[in-house]
T-cell receptor, first 111, second 114 residues
Framework: GQNIDQPTEMTATEGAIVQINCTYQTSGFNGLFWYQQHAGEAPTFLSY????GLEEKGRFSSFLSRSKGYSYLLLKELQMKDSASYLCAVRDYSSASKIIFGSGTRLSIRP | GAGVSQSPSNKVTEKGKDVELRCDPI?????LYWYRQRLGQGLEFLIY????????KSGLPSDRFSAERTGESVSTLTIQRTQQEDSAVYLC????????????FGQGTRLTVV
């Protein structure tokens, strides 16, 4: 089975940096995804990590440590539009490679 | 089509009625997922189709829930004898099916059981 943990809520200030952590336990890790979901909308893909290290994409970066079962999403130069839920998800090849999501972290940005 | 399409976008039904939700994946995507999202909560896995393999139905909450997929195209999620606790947004996603391919989501069907 899979177990994915991330904080329920976080608050940060416009222009600052925030790090959202995700820990996971799976039988057969085969990649980790981060998605963004604005209220009332569908999730949209942000990043994918399958090897250890940092993947950078503009203001967003994602890090993975497979040995620790740990990932984080780093958001820089926060903007008000970054207020959303951020979902960590894992693909597990021992479960037919389906993608399982954590409960999400609701990020609020204050001016 | 350009993206994943779901219909209807909203459905209000009476308790005890059956409902059918439809998902049109992106053309060429072999993998298709159904998730349920209750208000303010995360995505709950329901069922996963991958090509011609037997679907992974391990997330279906009860035998009132079933899903079908025709080849690598349209999928329908059927909920029989709906209950109030079935009220949620039902999200469909599709992907190319490779290990490093992300899933693309439809806009969901908001189901309200009254």
């Amino acid at each position: 089975g899979q177990n994915i943990d991330q904080p329920t809520e976080m608050t940060a200030t416009e222009g600052a940096i925030v790090q959202i952590n995700c820990t996971y336990q799976t039988s057969g890790f085969n990649g980790l995804f981060w998605y963004q979901q604005h209220a009332g909308e569908a999730p949209t893909f942000l990043s994918y990590n399958v090897l250890d290290g940092l993947e950078e994409k503009g203001r967003f970066s994602s890090f993975l440590s497979r040995s620790k079962g740990y990932s984080y999403l780093l958001l820089k130069e926060l903007q008000m539009k970054d207020s959303a839920s951020y979902l960590c998800a894992v693909r597990d090849y021992s479960s037919a490679s389906k993608i399982i999501f954590g409960s999400g972290t609701r990020l609020s940005i204050r001016p | 089509g350009a993206g994943v399409s779901q219909s209807p976008s909203n459905k209000v039904t009476e308790k005890g009625k059956d409902v059918e939700l439809r998902c049109d994946p992106i053309s060429g995507h072999t993998a298709l997922y159904w998730y349920r999202q209750r208000l303010g909560q995360g995505l709950e896995f329901l069922i996963y189709f991958q090509g011609n393999s037997a679907p992974d139905k391990s997330g279906l909450p009860s035998d009132r829930f079933s899903a079908e997929r025709t080849g690598e195209s349209v999928s329908t999620l059927t909920i029989q004898r709906t209950q109030q606790e079935d009220s949620a947004v039902y999200l469909c996603a599709s992907s190319l099916g490779g290990a490093n391919t992300e899933a693309f989501f439809g806009q969901g069907t908001r189901l309200t059981v009254v």
